[in-house]
């Protein structure tokens, strides 16, 4: 448990090296789902593709696969970090995008009552 829990804070690792994208995609969708509360089931799964898909990008382009063949972890280790690393990325995007919703509910920009 202790390789699958280290594989993940690796995977962390390698998305503070692409954050810079994530924060440009989550601003944007956020600002627009301030205007629009519909923009807002987008974000989530925005956030959720940033995170996990170029975060695997990320580590695939710099040849993740040699240093996992060199540390002492299973290859069913690594497989389970990853989908740990998405899970936590979905409940943390749906934490947010609720978040975001429930603001732009509150703010109301567009009347969306005669849709």
Not at 43 to 51: E, F, K, N, Q, R
Not at 62 to 80: A, Q, R
Request: hydrophobic content about 50%; charged content about 10%.
């Amino acid at each position: 448990m202790r390789n699958i829990m280290n594989l993940v804070n690796l995977s962390f690792n390698n998305f503070l090296s692409v954050k810079k994208m994530a924060l440009f995609i989550v601003v944007a969708f956020g600002a627009a789902s301030l205007i629009n509360p519909s923009f807002s089931t987008m974000l989530m799964g925005m956030i959720t593709y940033v995170i996990a898909y170029q975060t695997m990008a990320y580590e695939d382009s710099y040849g993740i696969d040699y240093m996992i063949s060199h540390l002492p972890v299973t290859k069913n280790e690594y497989v389970i970090s990853r989908y740990i690393f998405c899970i936590l990325t979905i409940v943390g995007a749906s934490i947010l995008c609720s978040f975001i919703f429930f603001i732009s509910n509150k703010v109301n920009l567009v009347d969306l009552g005669g849709v």
